[in-house]
């Protein structure tokens, strides 16, 4: 599970098929890369974060790509 992508988007107050839509991504995708059952293509992590108003290469940063932790907690 990606906690810290997670709370970004109920930080935004956003469900995942708002987030999925307003990032032209499938909910089913977004579920799957926000559950840490996959890894997002550079394109979906580019469209991500812009919605969630972060840096795309989160995504693809080993301490913060499959942590627990709020992004806040990891240093991000």
């Known amino acids: 599970m990606r ?3 997670k709370n970004l988007r109920e930080e935004k107050g956003l469900t995942q098929l ?4 307003l990032s032209n991504v499938e909910r089913t995708t977004y579920a799957s ?3 840490g ?3 997002p293509s ?3 992590a580019m469209r991500i974060a812009e919605v969630l108003n972060v840096e795309w290469t989160i995504f693809f940063d080993p301490k913060v790509r499959d942590s627990t932790q709020k992004l806040t907690e990891i240093g991000g």
């Open 37 to 39: 059952r996959r890894n």
């Open 18 to 21: 708002e987030l999925a839509e």
């Open 3 to 5: 906690t810290w992508l």
């Open 42 to 44: 550079v394109a979906n």
């Open 33 to 35: 890369i926000e559950q």
